[in-house]
């Protein structure tokens, strides 16, 4: 069988509308050839492999007038970190996409419609999807507290955040009987910007949810004479006790595994206790990791307060 026809070099190789394809001149048999597929109606994307995400985020917002990539779809394309199940079915699921009210859901083949209060700052144009605050806030009624707070914390990340604790408010007051809201209220007083991962929000929480008093984050040390020596991921300042999550790339990566020691060394010389916690040690159950914090706390004079 031949080749197919080069398609015109100004529609996009990850996908175009076919309305395009037409004021291109592209005829209607090229559309019907072996190396497109049609994901939903007026949409062509090349037949390699996976769907790229993106393409299909964007071909889907341009296709339908007034909407925009939303939910579990737009969360995966800001980056926002979810639960493992929530990530595989947005990937391996339907695209969301969310219209005004007054206009009516999208109703096409690889489609899950919403209807909501959009407004113009709701929406990312140059993305076409829903700001990171509205996503956040769309994502509250399908997570849990400890990855709500993982996917917040993302929000505010010391480097380049995407939102403020004022926009998610305001975005939360704008909708109060959506579904979610009021886990999206109780969690947000528990966000915290400067956060470097998921994990080390995970933690917090867990901390705050054992009684313990809750760790400052991401705050530098620097010795008696000035001389940064390290920002731990959490810590006791009054009690010099820094908690350390230490992703599989400290493990991996032998001169960061040799940075770490010697940071660690650098503290402990200062008087401070350094825990450090892995994925595994999370995954075998919180009680050891709880019972570590309680000891070294109690090991400097803190008193847990009555219940």
């Not at 949409?43 to 964007?58: A, F, I």
């Not at 419609?113 to 769309?138: C, I, Q, Y």
């Not at 579904?179 to 080390?200: F, T, Y």
């Amino acid at each position: 069988m031949r080749n197919p026809t080069p398609l015109p070099a100004s529609l996009d190789p990850g996908g175009f509308l076919v309305e395009d394809a037409y004021a291109a001149g592209v005829p209607r048999w090229r559309l019907q050839t072996g190396d497109l597929i049609t994901p939903s109606r007026g949409l062509r994307v090349p037949r390699t492999g996976e769907p790229d995400l993106e393409s299909l985020g964007r071909l889907h917002s341009s296709v339908t007038p007034r909407c925009a990539v939303s939910h579990v779809t737009a969360a995966l394309l800001w980056s926002i970190p979810l639960p493992l199940y929530l990530e595989e079915e947005g990937r391996n699921g339907l695209i969301h996409v969310t219209r005004r009210q007054e206009i009516g859901r999208v109703k096409r083949r690889g489609v899950v419609g919403h209807r909501a209060p959009l407004l113009a700052r709701d929406v990312r144009v140059f993305k076409g999807m829903t700001s990171p605050e509205w996503t956040w806030v769309d994502l509250a009624r399908h997570m849990g507290r400890a990855s709500l707070v993982a996917s917040g914390d993302y929000l505010l990340a010391r480097k380049n955040p995407l939102a403020s604790i004022d926009a998610i408010q305001e975005v939360i007051d704008r909708r109060p009987k959506v579904k979610g809201i009021r886990m999206a209220r109780e969690v947000l007083p528990l966000l915290r910007p400067g956060v470097d991962s998921p994990q080390e929000s995970r933690l917090r929480v867990m901390i705050d949810d054992a009684g313990l008093p809750e760790p400052a984050v991401t705050q530098p040390i620097f010795d008696e004479r000035g001389i940064y020596i390290s920002t731990p991921d959490l810590q006791y300042k009054e009690y010099k006790i820094a908690l350390e999550y230490e992703g599989d790339h400290h493990r991996s990566d032998p001169v960061q595994w040799g940075k770490d020691i010697e940071r660690d060394d650098r503290l402990r010389a200062m008087g401070w206790i350094v825990l450090r916690f892995s994925q595994v040690q999370m995954n075998a159950g919180w009680a050891h990791s709880e019972r570590k914090i309680r000891d070294a706390l109690s090991s400097r004079g803190w008193l847990r307060p009555p219940s």
